[in-house]
């Protein structure tokens, strides 16, 4: 993107995102907070004229069909395979992740190009339904898929290009265009992508990217037909009553606060693995990552014993490719403010800390991985996001209490059980969320055959599998008249006979037994 200016001298800086009235976004490495790029802001007219280029190219993208799509989406796949660790390096320096869970990133879309490549034909192919009535025997039933012509993507800073060119990527198959405004704190890694689309491989214009926050965010819902929206339950309503100006249809990718159950027959080893991994996992700043952990009693003791050493272990800090480290810094400077706030408030009502606990003193946005015990629902830790590198434990008599407390929260995106294979299924059919996994952590992101999204207020509609391209499309019925004559029974002039032989071919058709259907009984 031509847009972006790169500074000469670095310059250390506090925390924040830029001013309402700001012109450039000032991208900063959360490892050090120094200044890594000026982004200038979108305004809402560049945004419309962005959208309306994208318009005019988005009809000759449908019209070239999917195998013409999937040809230039492979393009796009080989140049994220050839460039992967180059977008994983510009990603990384936005938002201090480690080396491991940057690279992911370019790793994932590839992955989910070759799925809908596949697939999109399945899942919103034309559709040939049989009549469920006689008396449409004349007709020839279908339905069929066309894309929202644009559709835009407004996405968080936690996985930059996941959850944006992720989504982009069954839209942009499906045969819609695509803008995206990504989050403030990290446009760098993703714009990459988009330019290469654009200049490298030189595919069709159907493809940008807006820069910019609040304003611009809100300028791109009024001129999309469909937005795709991934961030905080706050955003994600205003975004919803903006949208119903318009009646612009969206799909919600919320918060979570996501629970895991240890019944007393898991393999506590694996769960406790599990469990640091699925907490601690790109510092927690994961949706879908474990915050809460419900503990049977027998299994209890051990299980925290298993924890606290193997979160012991991990090694926190910036790295590179030949330096590995587990867990990196904060991405958001706002977000080690809220992080530190519900470890506090824990830590002054009564939790311990048995790692961790505090910010990491220094340079750079750092959260110690922290395990709290003696935590209850009264805490702000066991009932609001944390999005951070924290998971708070409580010790539950029986399964029957751990699914109470799984339950008791407003959000319901994903969960995790881990139990003999027979209990932990058992319980998981009980959880009330989008998706659970049994005896794993975070995998059902990466099972994209299967869809995911929010239950309560952790969002609306669902990314992946045959959901995660159809809500891209509007759906059109096509009835089609295969034999006829001038006029229909149905149709003027209406007259006793006519009247009088659909009663009876309804009483033939609908009647379910035979003395009806003879007009024998009454
Ligand atoms: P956020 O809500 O602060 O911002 C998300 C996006 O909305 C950003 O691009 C932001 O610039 C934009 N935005 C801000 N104000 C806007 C407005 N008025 N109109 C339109 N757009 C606006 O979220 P975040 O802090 O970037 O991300 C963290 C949140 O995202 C967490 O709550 C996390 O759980 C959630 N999340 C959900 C999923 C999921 O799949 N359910 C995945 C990842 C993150």
Not at 61 to 78: M, N, Q, S, T, V
Not at 233 to 258: C, F, I, W
Not at 348 to 375: Q, S
Request: contains cysteine; charged residues 25%; aromatic residues 8%.
């Amino acid at each position: 993107m031509e847009a972006i200016t790169r500074p000469e001298t670095d310059q250390a800086q506090t925390n924040g995102a830029p001013p309402a009235d700001a012109e450039v976004i000032e991208v900063r490495k959360p490892t050090d907070g120094s200044l890594l790029a000026k982004v200038p802001i979108d305004g809402p007219e560049r945004v419309h004229e962005v959208v309306a280029r994208v318009r005019d190219a988005q009809a000759e993208w449908e019209a070239i069909g999917y195998p013409g799509r999937r040809r230039w989406l492979g393009k796009l796949r080989d140049w994220l395979i050839e460039n992967g660790e180059h977008v994983a390096d510009v990603m990384q320096a936005e938002t201090g992740k480690v080396r491991a869970d940057a690279s992911n990133e370019p790793t994932y879309l590839a992955d989910t190009i070759n799925f809908y490549g596949t697939q999109a034909a399945k899942f919103i192919g034309e559709e040939s339904v049989r009549p469920h009535s006689p008396l449409l025997a004349s007709k020839k039933l279908r339905v069929q898929y066309r894309a929202h012509p644009v559709v835009g993507i407004i996405s968080p800073w936690n996985f930059p290009l996941i959850l944006s060119i992720g989504d982009a990527i069954p839209a942009l198959m499906a045969g819609a265009a695509v803008v995206i405004k990504p989050s403030e704190f990290t446009p760098l890694g993703l714009t990459e992508v988009v330019d290469a689309w654009k200049h490298e491989i030189g595919a069709p214009d159907v493809f940008d990217v807006v820069q910019g926050i609040g304003e611009t965010g809100g300028a791109l819902v009024d001129n999309v037909d469909f937005i795709q929206f991934t961030g905080s339950d706050r955003t994600g309503r205003k975004v919803m009553a903006r949208a119903a100006e318009t009646l612009t249809p969206v799909s919600l990718e919320l918060g979570g606060k996501d629970p895991m159950i240890v019944l007393r027959d898991a393999d506590l080893d694996r769960a406790a693995n599990a469990a640091a991994w699925g907490g601690m996992f790109n510092s927690g700043q994961v949706c879908i990552s474990v915050e809460r952990i419900y503990v049977e009693e027998p299994a209890y003791d051990e299980f925290i014993a298993k924890l606290t050493a193997e979160v012991g272990r991990i090694r926190q800090g910036s790295d590179d490719a030949r330096n590995p480290k587990d867990v990196g810094a904060m991405t958001s400077p706002n977000q080690i403010a809220v992080v530190e706030g519900q470890v506090d408030d824990a830590l002054a009502n009564g939790a311990r800390a048995l790692t961790g606990g505090k910010r990491v003193p220094g340079p750079g946005d750092y959260f110690e991985p922290t395990v709290l015990v003696d935590v209850d629902h009264s805490m702000k830790v066991m009932r609001d996001e944390t999005f951070g590198p924290v998971v708070g434990v409580m010790k539950v008599q029986d399964s029957e209490e751990a699914l109470r407390l799984a339950n008791d929260t407003r959000y319901g995106l994903s969960g995790s059980v881990f139990g003999s294979r027979e209990n932990a299924e058992r319980v998981a059919r009980r959880v009330e969320c989008g998706a659970v996994n049994v005896n794993d952590v975070l995998i059902n992101y990466f099972a994209s055959d299967v869809p995911m999204g929010g239950w309560k207020e952790s969002g609306i509609g669902y990314r992946h599998g045959a959901q995660g391209i159809r809500k891209f499309c509007r759906t059109e019925s096509l009835v089609i008249t295969r034999f006829a004559g001038k006029r229909e029974p149905t149709w003027y002039p209406y007259t006793r006979g006519k009247r009088g032989l659909i009663a009876r071919m309804a009483r033939m058709f609908y009647a379910r037994d035979w003395k009806r259907r003879l007009g024998l009984k009454r």
